[in-house]
């Protein structure tokens, strides 16, 4: 997609940001639930069973960052060089369930939500979508939950959705050097190479730091490397000619 801001490709980009969405609902207690999945959801910020959701993302976490880890000490050498890096899995598992587990802390803390303020008349006691629960009650309750959702939980996943992006251009930074670099049959054109480089990789590095709103960088890593694959292929074959131009002039000489 020639109008990727942020180096996520527009399809992969909406699949990280669905999965980081509903981390951060469950966390905060308010996913709709399988069984009743067209049910409303009450959002009880001081409900200790509902809070119990932050302990279990928590393990769930580090035991799939665990497992994850032991695979990706398998990659051979091989595999680093193509990628520039073994897996990367296990950093962005780890960065959506922390993003998950900030954003079920946020939803539940007053300072970060003010308007929580209003639930405190329930106490920790559940708030139900139920037949007691007055009309008045339904609407404060969706009030604060609409709050808590644009408060806590929009900004987290912005957050994410940033270091995906920062993250994937250092690793297209250290792929295209790998890449590039590996093009060269001396010493000569490794200079060249990273002198060639040099200008696309100040380019990727200040997108790192940039948000997806300010990130304009478009760099096609492979179709830089083809053309660095051509500019070498013509400055060996003007090499040889070189060569050959030289050695006819010694022996008319």
Same mark, same amino acid.
């Given at each position: 997609n ?54 279990? %993302? ?8 665990k ?11 091989e ?21 998950a %587990? ?7 803390? #007053?300072?970060?939500?003010p ?15 139920s ?7 339904m ?21 994410? %959705? ?13 792929? %295209? ?16 190479i990273?002198r ?20 304009? #960088?478009d ?10 694959r051509?500019?070498l ?9 070189l ?5 006819s ?5």
């Open positions: 020639n109008n990727n801001n942020n180096n996520i490709p527009n399809k992969k980009k909406d699949t990280v940001e669905s999965v980081c969405r509903h981390l951060c609902m469950v966390a905060a207690g308010m996913a709709p639930r399988p069984n009743r999945p067209e049910r409303d959801v009450p959002f009880r910020p001081f409900s200790s069973r509902d809070a119990h959701i932050l302990l279990q %993302l928590k393990r769930t976490s580090e035991v799939a960052a497992a994850i880890k032991t695979t990706t000490t398998t990659a051979t050498s595999t680093k060089t193509k990628t520039g890096s073994t897996s990367t899995s296990t950093s962005y598992i780890k960065l959506l369930f922390d993003t %587990l900030t954003a079920g802390k946020a939803v539940r803390d #007053i300072q970060k939500v308007s929580l303020a209003k639930l405190t008349q329930y106490g920790s006691s559940s708030i139900s979508m037949s007691s629960m007055s009309s008045s009650d609407v404060l309750m969706k009030q604060v939950r609409d709050d808590a959702i644009a408060t806590a939980i929009e900004p987290a996943i912005r957050s994410c %959705l940033d270091k995906f992006r920062a993250r994937k251009q250092s690793q297209n930074i250290q792929r %295209l050097r790998i890449r590039a670099e590996g093009l060269a049959e001396n010493e000569r054109e490794t200079k060249w990273k060639r480089i040099h200008g696309p990789t100040m380019e990727l590095r200040k997108s790192e730091s940039e948000s997806e709103s300010e990130s304009n #960088i760099i096609d890593i492979d179709q830089l490397l083809d053309s660095l051509m500019e292929s013509n400055m060996r074959e003007e090499g040889r000619q060569i050959i131009s030289k050695q002039n010694l022996t008319s000489s």
